[in-house]
């Protein structure tokens, strides 16, 4: 079964100390996997995928599928940083476009 | 060019009535999506749709009808509200799959927040 597990609820830092958001998922086939943020009074919105391999606002996310992960990477975090966090999946074995999402993790970013 | 929008903003309903979360897009996708988020339990798909005339469940889909007769527009049926669909519901489209199969992201709208009393 397809499933993405995000186990912290809350992750709470101070600015400019390192951030890495959890991601482990299950699929047998190959997957697609995305993180996407929602800021505060905003919609939800692409942050990366892992396909791009590109780095969005100082955050990069590697897919490591011996170990299930996409963990989402930042060295140092800013106060603007501070939003919810969804991990989500995509199967490419048969269906449609359907994400798998994560139960997120809120990023709390201190002066 | 207003992306997706999503009508009303919010709803407070009592349990047994009836109402319509409305969603439409211009950016001519062919896939829409209705997601409901909870706390602690992140977003669940509600319904999908990969085309005019097509539709399919998705992980949650007791309580709640859609159809999707144009392009545009793909709206979201309550027809009994119960408590237990207190939540805030996001509509997602994004270009055609199979034309696209490296390209998946989606984009939501703003979000209803539903109460049902």
């Known amino acids: 079964a397809q499933r993405v597990t995000q186990p912290e609820k809350l992750l709470s830092v101070f600015k400019g100390a390192p951030v890495e958001l959890k991601c482990n998922y299950s699929y047998s086939g190959s997957p697609e996997l995305f993180w996407y943020v929602q800021y505060s009074r905003q919609r939800l919105q692409l942050l990366l995928r892992?396909?791009s391999r590109e780095s969005i606002k100082g955050f990069t996310a590697d897919l490591n599928k011996g170990e299930t992960s996409f963990h989402l990477k930042k060295p140092f975090a800013q106060e603007e940083d501070s939003a919810m966090y969804y991990c989500?999946?995509?199967?490419?074995?048969?269906?449609?476009?359907?994400?798998?999402f994560g139960a997120g993790t809120r990023l709390a970013v201190h002066p | 060019n207003a992306g997706v929008t999503q009508t009303p903003k919010f709803q407070v309903l009592k349990t047994g009535q009836s109402m319509t979360l409305q969603c439409a897009q211009d950016m001519n996708h062919e896939y829409m999506s209705w997601y409901r988020q909870d706390p602690g339990m992140g977003l669940r798909l509600i319904h999908y749709s990969v085309g005019a005339g097509i539709t399919d469940q998705g992980e949650v889909p007791n309580g709640y009808n859609v159809s999707r007769s144009t392009t545009e527009d793909f709206p979201l049926r309550l027809l009994s509200a119960a408590p237990s669909q207190t939540s805030v519901y996001f509509c997602a489209t994004a270009p055609d799959f199979l034309k696209h199969r490296d390209y998946n992201e989606q984009f939501f709208g703003p979000g209803t927040r539903l109460t049902v009393l």
């Open positions: 989500a999946l995509s199967g490419r074995s048969g269906g449609y476009n359907k994400l798998i």
């Open positions: 892992h396909i």
